[in-house]
């Protein structure tokens, strides 16, 4: 039982040069989330989904794209890499709200745009 | 708008100091307050959630309480592998399943 895992770990892109994250969970999880983190501000969310062929803004949208075709995978895409777009990203998911269990995380995507 | 303020943003225990992180939060109306630990280079790691004030819930060392206003986690005599950043998060009561707002952590060290 992997749980959430990210693809790739690391990647370094030019500026305009696009790419996509992929998380993938194997825990049948209804709910996905794909966040980023950057020193001093914390955890926001990008988009989240809340099924199959779902998806959702959240608080920095901008600059990305995502899909959930299969329950089971959550993708990021950023079109045209700009460098403000250097971050950890860390993809989470949950089945339904449970008081002794929070989001699985993975272990996230260091992604520098030179 | 949701927002969660952590204090302190860092803190420096000698092992068996015991102390308390501060999380405090506006939200409308809180659906459950969340405690997660981060170790350096990996993701978020579950520990705690809580759903009404006056709510305790402990976890070896770890102790968290939440009133109306805020919660606090407190850590009993910690040991250097307590070391990590403590993230601090509250669900909002709408509708479905509402994302998760963080707040900026609290960076622990503990040093033997």
């Known amino acids: 039982n992997a749980g959430v895992t990210q693809t790739p770990k690391f990647r370094v892109l030019k500026t305009g040069q696009s790419m996509t994250l992929l998380c993938a969970q194997d825990?049948?999880?209804?709910?996905m989330y794909w966040y980023r983190q950057d020193p001093g501000m914390g955890l926001r969310l990008i988009h989240y989904?809340?099924?199959?062929?779902?998806?959702a803004k959240g608080e920095v949208p901008d600059g990305y794209n995502v899909s959930r075709l299969k329950k089971q995978n959550f993708l990021l895409g950023l079109e045209s890499a700009a460098p403000s777009q250097t971050s950890v990203y860390f993809c989470?998911?949950?089945?339904?709200?449970?008081?002794?269990?929070?989001?699985?995380f993975g272990s996230g995507t260091r992604l520098t745009v030179v | 708008e949701d927002q969660v303020t952590q204090s302190p943003e860092a803190l420096r225990l000698q092992e068996g100091e015991s102390s308390s992180l501060n999380c405090s939060y506006t939200?409308?109306?809180?659906?459950?307050l969340f405690w997660y630990r981060q170790d350096p280079g990996k993701g978020p790691e579950f520990l705690f959630t809580?759903?009404?004030a006056g709510e305790e819930k402990e976890k070896e060392r770890l102790k968290a309480t939440l009133t109306k206003k805020e919660s606090f986690l407190h850590i009993t005599a910690p040991k250097p592998e307590d070391s990590a950043t403590y993230l601090c998060?509250?669900?909002?009561?709408?509708?479905?399943?509402?994302?998760?707002?963080f707040g900026k952590g609290t960076r622990l060290s503990v040093i033997a």
């Open positions: 998060a509250v669900q909002a009561r709408n509708s479905g399943n509402t994302p998760l707002v």
């Open positions: 825990m049948n999880h209804e709910y």
């Open positions: 939200v409308s109306g809180l659906r459950g």
């Open positions: 809580l759903y009404s």
């Open positions: 989904s809340v099924g199959e062929g779902t998806t």
């Open positions: 989470a998911s949950i089945d339904r709200p449970h008081p002794n269990y929070g989001y699985t």
